[in-house]
């Protein structure tokens, strides 16, 4: 058995030999151009003839053949082969009318301002399209973030415009217009256009022609409707007395103003009787006290809803609205108060299975 496998052919050896190795003559590659000439008519042919097809044959002629012109079309923005090339072309748009705003605001030293310079400029009054309308407007679905992007450069382009507005830069102004109005919605410009209406009404004066402030306040479930008018001074006396030095050591002879009064009056009771409790009483006279005008109003309140506080409350709000609608310097002090805006607390509702809001029933063992 074994004498078979090893009495077996050793399997045939092929070498391989390259080429260029077993030819002895080099040939080289006829050039593209010539033409094919057999070697039996080698002989027939005038050295002239040979001498004319090599001159003929250039190695760089196929680099130097004309290419033919591409019919392809040029994508007119960078940004075609994208799913949303509008987008970025918006963006891009955007960024360069950023730069170049402010590069002419700062060419005019309106750039960069301080920041009571900021604080000073006209309120923005914003009328952007939300995210649904802008991708309406760009054409294609916008995300969240993609939104807040365009709006962010929006913002700051708003801001240059107000800035250009101010500084009486109108060339500037109407190019940067002419570029946010078209990302604005009818909705946002017709609510724009109400708050300025309402913020001229107020500006003009709330007061009616007998001078009187109407104001609404709400506290809780209650609701005061309050009107103020100013108290009407005395008349000055046509006799005076004449000033002597005597007069002003002698108690008796000297003569002091009254101090003003004024009436308080809620759902036609006096402040004293309705509210029985000091500190409702007190809630109520606070922003009289802190403008200073304590006694310079009389005031006449109609309240409705809710208990002893949340009416104080409701009275509270509506009497600081009334002293800066007379008095409007006095609002910066009322609102670091916190007497311009409005208490959001509410009563928590009562829950299923407690006995109150959080107040849970006595557990009986048995």
Same mark, same amino acid.
């Given at each position: 058995m074994?004498?078979g496998?090893?009495?077996?052919? *050793?399997?045939?050896?092929?070498?391989?030999?390259?080429?260029?190795?077993?030819t002895?003559?080099t040939?080289t590659?006829?050039?593209?151009?010539?033409r &094919?000439?057999?070697? !039996?008519?080698?002989e027939?042919?005038?050295? !002239?003839?040979?001498?004319?097809?090599?001159?003929?044959? =250039?190695? =760089?002629?196929?680099?130097r053949r *004309?290419?033919?012109?591409?019919?392809?079309?040029?994508?007119?923005?960078?940004? &075609?082969?994208? #799913?949303?090339?509008?987008?970025y072309?918006t963006l /891009?748009?955007?960024?360069?009318?950023?730069s170049?705003?402010?590069r002419?605001?700062?060419?005019?030293?309106?750039?960069p301002?301080?920041?009571?310079?900021?604080?000073?400029?006209?309120p923005?009054?914003?009328?952007w #399209?939300?995210k649904?309308?802008?991708?309406l407007?760009?054409?294609?679905?916008l995300? !969240?973030?993609?939104?807040?992007?365009?709006?962010?450069?929006?913002?700051?382009?708003?801001q240059?415009e107000?800035?250009a507005?101010?500084a009486?830069?109108?060339?500037?102004? =109407?190019? $940067?217009?002419? $570029?946010t @109005?078209?990302?604005?919605s009818?909705?946002g410009?017709?609510?724009?256009?109400?708050?300025?209406?309402?913020?001229?009404? @107020?500006?003009?004066?709330?007061?009616?022609?007998?001078?009187?402030?109407?104001?609404?306040?709400?506290?809780?479930?209650?609701?005061?409707?309050?009107?103020?008018?100013?108290?009407?001074k005395?008349?000055d006396?046509t006799s005076?007395?004449?000033?002597?030095t005597?007069?002003?050591?002698?108690?008796s002879?000297?003569?002091?103003?009254?101090? *003003?009064?004024?009436? /308080?009056? $809620?759902n036609?009771?006096?402040?004293?009787?309705?509210?029985?409790?000091p +500190?409702?009483?007190?809630?109520?006279?606070?922003?009289? @006290?802190?403008?200073?005008?304590? %006694?310079a &109003?009389?005031? &006449?309140?109609?309240?409705?809803?809710?208990?002893t506080s949340?009416q104080?409350? #409701?009275?509270?709000?509506?009497? !600081?609205?009334?002293?800066? +609608?007379?008095?409007?310097?006095?609002e910066?002090?009322?609102k670091?108060a916190?007497?311009?805006?409005?208490? *959001?607390?509410?009563v928590?509702r @009562?829950?299923? %299975?407690?006995?109150?809001?959080?107040k849970?029933?006595?557990w009986?063992?048995r």
């Amino acid at each position: 058995m074994f004498a078979g496998r090893f009495s077996r052919r *050793p399997p045939r050896l092929h070498v391989f030999a390259p080429r260029s190795l077993t030819t002895t003559a080099t040939t080289t590659p006829p050039p593209p151009n010539s033409r &094919f000439v057999p070697p !039996a008519s080698l002989e027939t042919m005038d050295e !002239a003839q040979l001498e004319g097809d090599q001159a003929g044959f =250039d190695v =760089d002629s196929r680099s130097r053949r *004309p290419r033919p012109e591409s019919k392809r079309p040029v994508p007119p923005s960078p940004a &075609f082969y994208t #799913a949303r090339s509008l987008y970025y072309d918006t963006l /891009v748009q955007l960024q360069s009318a950023l730069s170049l705003s402010r590069r002419a605001l700062r060419a005019q030293h309106l750039l960069p301002l301080p920041p009571f310079a900021l604080r000073a400029l006209p309120p923005a009054q914003p009328a952007w #399209a939300n995210k649904s309308e802008m991708s309406l407007i760009l054409q294609a679905p916008l995300t !969240a973030r993609m939104y807040k992007r365009v709006v962010m450069l929006l913002r700051e382009l708003e801001q240059y415009e107000r800035i250009a507005r101010v500084a009486d830069a109108t060339e500037l102004e =109407d190019a $940067i217009t002419d $570029i946010t @109005k078209g990302f604005e919605s009818k909705k946002g410009i017709q609510a724009r256009d109400t708050r300025i209406r309402a913020r001229e009404a @107020k500006e003009k004066g709330p007061l009616d022609r007998y001078g009187r402030s109407y104001t609404v306040g709400r506290r809780k479930t209650s609701t005061a409707r309050v009107w103020m008018i100013e108290v009407q001074k005395p008349k000055d006396s046509t006799s005076e007395p004449v000033a002597n030095t005597t007069s002003i050591l002698s108690s008796s002879n000297a003569t002091t103003p009254p101090p *003003p009064t004024s009436t /308080v009056l $809620i759902n036609s009771v006096p402040i004293s009787n309705y509210f029985p409790l000091p +500190a409702d009483r007190e809630g109520v006279l606070r922003p009289l @006290k802190l403008a200073g005008l304590l %006694g310079a &109003f009389n005031v &006449f309140a109609l309240v409705r809803g809710g208990g002893t506080s949340g009416q104080s409350g #409701a009275i509270a709000l509506a009497v !600081a609205k009334g002293c800066v +609608a007379h008095v409007p310097e006095v609002e910066p002090i009322l609102k670091k108060a916190k007497l311009m805006r409005r208490d *959001p607390r509410m009563v928590e509702r @009562k829950k299923t %299975g407690l006995a109150k809001a959080r107040k849970r029933y006595t557990w009986v063992k048995r």
